[in-house]
């Protein structure tokens, strides 16, 4: 066993929070835009998150950190609010609309300023126009031209927008419910901070869109296209991605959870400092995407093609990364934990700085591995069995220069082989690919 593992010190990565449309930088402006959404931000995670990256929200956050889930949701905001020192705000109006039950508008501001929203009825709506604060329910979208028209701070319910053109439409901060987009055109449309239920997104061109900061829960994206899109610190829950395609998307500081993204097409998609749990990947195209500083637990990654693919200090337990491509993968600083990669291909992969405890690599391919010199890497109860090496260097670490020969018992160095066979670290067959030589030089 090698140990010492150098650590390398996680990245915040600063980002704007949301609410009703306003971007908020600071803790100042947070305290000059009280919403009901607020509520949202804190119980996707989202506002702890975004308070971690300001400066001097320690006491804060701890104060969030003790709020009891199990209370009622006026509760919970009314402690929100006592954590972020808010005061002044009229406590019989709030406690009115958590009571009233007809109303599931969670985007309506606590100043009664704000309009309340009113139900649209059945209307032509030209492209490029304002009908913002409004609620939908019941209405037929189909085919429509509703190009650039903003609906930000609506309501729908039961909409169906198959097939419509919503290119460059604005829905920030709206909620959704059983809504359906299926095969419609919502290139540069904008979803920021909006709440996404049971709806359906089949076959949609999403090039460039916008979903940062939303919630989407119990939907799905099937066969999409969603090119560049942006999904940056989102809360995603029960949702289907399988065969979309997700090129090059940002999923950045996102909560992944009982999602379905098999057979996407991932490539260059970055999924950085996000945390996916319980999902499945498996069969997904990969290659090149970036899950540095991420963290994935109990998922199945098998089957997958992520050679230059991007695992940099990411924190992966209890998950499945069987016969996948992984060459030339950076898995450098990462901690491997009751996780799977049998007859997966690391060929030329980095592992510099990993620690990996009860790794099962059994048929793998470790041809070219990087694995640094013994203080940078940590091995921990790990089957290798059957893994394919090309050089005893890759494991022990650039101590000096040897020669092994077949003939192990004529060489001087025969003691450092035993003792590597009597802990069953590896066989005879895993340092020499016979019949190709008779003898194989191995050199740090």
Not at 302 to 318: E, R
Request: glycine residues 4%; contains cysteine; neutral net charge.
């Amino acid at each position: 066993m090698i140990r010492n593992k150098m650590k390398i010190p996680k990245k915040l990565i600063k980002f704007n929070l949301t609410i009703d449309g306003n971007i908020i930088k600071n803790v100042q402006d947070l305290q000059q835009h009280v919403s009901i959404e607020l509520l949202e931000r804190f119980k996707q995670g989202i506002l702890t998150k975004w308070l971690k990256s300001q400066p001097n929200t320690a006491q804060i956050i701890d104060q969030l950190e003790c709020i009891n889930p199990n209370n009622d949701e006026y509760e919970i905001f009314m402690d929100v609010l006592h954590a972020l020192n808010i005061k002044g705000i009229d406590t019989n109006k709030i406690q009115g609309l958590f009571n009233n039950k007809q109303s599931d508008d969670k985007t309506q501001n606590v100043s009664p300023t704000i309009a309340p929203v009113t139900k649209l009825g059945s209307q032509n709506i030209a492209p490029a126009d304002t009908v913002s604060g409004q609620k939908f329910i019941n209405l037929d979208f189909q085919n429509k031209n509703l190009a650039a028209v903003d609906f930000s701070n609506c309501i729908f319910e039961n909409i169906d927008f198959q097939k419509a053109n919503l290119t460059a439409a604005k829905f920030t901060n709206s909620t959704f419910k059983q809504v359906k987009f299926n095969a419609s055109q919502l290139t540069g449309t904008d979803f920021t901070a909006c709440k996404i239920e049971d709806s359906e997104f089949y076959n949609i061109n999403a090039e460039n869109t916008n979903f940062s900061n939303a919630s989407i829960s119990n939907s799905f994206f099937n066969e999409a296209k969603i090119i560049q899109a942006i999904f940056t610190n989102c809360h995603i829950e029960e949702t289907s991605f399988q065969q979309a395609n997700i090129e090059k998307s940002n999923f950045t500081n996102s909560t992944i959870q009982n999602a379905n993204f098999s057979r996407i097409n991932a490539r260059s998609t970055v999924f950085e400092q996000s945390t996916i749990t319980h999902s499945n990947f498996e069969h997904a195209m990969l290659n090149t995407a970036d899950f540095a500083d991420a963290i994935i637990q109990n998922s199945n990654f098998s089957l997958i093609s992520a050679n230059y693919g991007i695992f940099y200090n990411t924190q992966i337990t209890n998950s499945q990364f069987d016969t996948s491509k992984l060459t030339k993968a950076n898995f450098g600083s990462s901690v491997i934990t009751n996780s799977t990669f049998t007859n997966s291909d690391l060929e030329n992969s980095d592992m510099e700085n990993a620690c990996l405890t009860a790794v099962d690599f059994t048929k793998s391919k470790f041809i070219g591995i990087t694995l640094g010199s013994p203080v940078q890497f940590e091995s921990t109860g790990c089957n290798y069995s059957d893994v394919r090496f090309t050089t005893i260097a890759e494991i022990l670490g650039r101590i000096n220069r040897l020669y092994f020969e077949q003939e192990i018992q004529k060489h001087p160095f025969e003691s450092i082989y035993k003792k590597l066979k009597q802990n069953n670290i590896f066989s005879e067959d895993n340092f020499f690919e016979r019949p190709r030589k008779k003898s194989l030089k191995m050199g740090w």
